[in-house]
T-cell receptor
Framework: EDQVTQSPEALRLQEGESSSLNCSYT??????LFWYRQDPGKGPEFLFT?????EEKEKERLKATLTKKESFLHITAPKPEDSATYLC????????????WGAGTKLIIKP | DSGVTQTPKHLITATGQRVTLRCSPR?????VYWYQQSLDQGLQFLIQ???????AKGNILERFSAQQFPDLHSELNLSSLELGDSALYFC???????????FGPGTRLTVL
């Protein structure tokens, strides 16, 4: 059964303190892995798509990487405005464009 | 702004009632997805439409139904509402051949 597990559930960092969020997945065949950012009460905002192991994508202070079993979202020198819940989702080769979602990591950056 | 619009932003109603949520996808997107997100819960996939046809069903209750119209907008109908149906309801759309889903701002439903 397809499964996505994100860790930690919550992460508190000081401004400027770099860290990583983890997304572990189990699928029969990966079509794609997706990272989203969600602010409270708002719709998820698309960040990255990763398709194959070894692939990396960057956007400002965020960098997403992918292995055959997990993805990391690295946050470098975060600012308070990076505080949000970060969601990971995967799409199985056999799915009909459905995404399997993780529960998210709530990131809090303290000034 | 993702380009996906949803109305209304907020909806307050009573148990037993019926409501309709509306979604307009991004220009050119043929696929529409509906999700439910309860307080501090993850995104629960409800249903997907592609160019007017139902393509996939998730954990959608029998009291809920949806459709996609010829102009590609979609409506989610929730009936016999219960307190537990209070949640954020999101619509997302995607382009043919591209897996990324783009989300609307959501409708917050409160059932009293």
């Amino acid at each position: 059964e397809d499964q996505v597990t994100q860790s930690p559930e919550a992460l508190r960092l000081q401004e400027g303190e770099s860290s990583s969020l983890n997304c572990s997945y189990t699928v029969s065949g990966l079509r794609g892995l997706f990272w989203y950012r969600q602010d409270p009460g708002k719709g998820p905002e698309f960040l990255f798509t990763l398709y194959s192991a070894g692939e990396e994508k960057e956007k400002e202070r965020l960098k997403a990487t992918l292995t055959k079993k997990e993805s990391f979202l690295h946050i470098t020198a975060p600012k308070p405005e990076d505080s949000a819940t970060y969601l990971c989702a995967v799409q199985d080769m056999d799915s009909n464009y459905q995404l399997i979602w993780g529960a998210g990591t709530k990131l809090i950056i303290k000034p | 702004d993702s380009g996906v619009t949803q109305t209304p932003k907020h909806l307050i109603t009573a148990t037993g009632q019926r409501v309709t949520l509306r979604c307009s996808p991004r220009s050119g997107d043929l696929s529409v997805y509906w999700y439910q997100q309860s307080l501090d819960q993850g995104l629960q996939f409800l249903i997907q439409y592609y160019n007017g046809e139902e393509r996939a069903k998730g954990n959608i209750l029998e009291r809920f139904s949806a459709q996609q119209f010829p102009d590609l907008h979609s409506e989610l109908n929730l009936s016999s509402l219960e307190l537990g149906d209070s949640a954020l309801y999101f619509c997302a759309s995607s382009t043919q051949g591209q897996p990324e889903q783009f989300f609307g701002p959501g409708t917050r439903l409160t059932v009293l």
